[in-house]
């Protein structure tokens, strides 16, 4: 079952954290841990690339991914 994609990108935050789109700038954070079809990416590009199937797959409405943020560091955790 396909469902839509948000017409705004949903923001849930508590004061501490925030669940949030991720975005470009987010790539040096997130090169350990991304994943994308059980494969790691090795370098930031790979990462870039495995974050434009994460994005198609919610244009499509077949996924969401949240980045947590720390509000703190304004950084992906």
Same mark, same amino acid.
């Given at each position: 079952?396909?469902?839509? +994609?948000?017409?705004?990108?949903?923001?849930?935050?508590?004061?501490?954290? =925030? #669940?949030? &789109?991720?975005? +470009? =700038?987010? /790539?040096?954070?997130? #090169?350990?841990?991304?994943?994308?079809?059980? %494969?790691?990416? %090795?370098?930031?590009? &790979?990462?870039?690339? /495995? &974050?434009?199937?994460?994005? %198609?797959?919610?244009?499509?409405?077949? =996924?969401?991914?949240?980045?947590?943020?720390? #509000?703190?560091?304004?950084?992906?955790?």
């Amino acid at each position: 079952m396909n469902f839509p +994609p948000f017409d705004i990108f949903p923001f849930i935050s508590d004061g501490k954290i =925030s #669940l949030r &789109q991720i975005i +470009p =700038s987010d /790539m040096d954070d997130l #090169l350990e841990i991304s994943y994308y079809d059980a %494969k790691q990416a %090795k370098n930031v590009a &790979q990462a870039i690339e /495995m &974050q434009a199937k994460i994005d %198609k797959d919610y244009d499509e409405g077949n =996924s969401i991914h949240w980045g947590i943020e720390e #509000l703190s560091s304004n950084k992906i955790v």
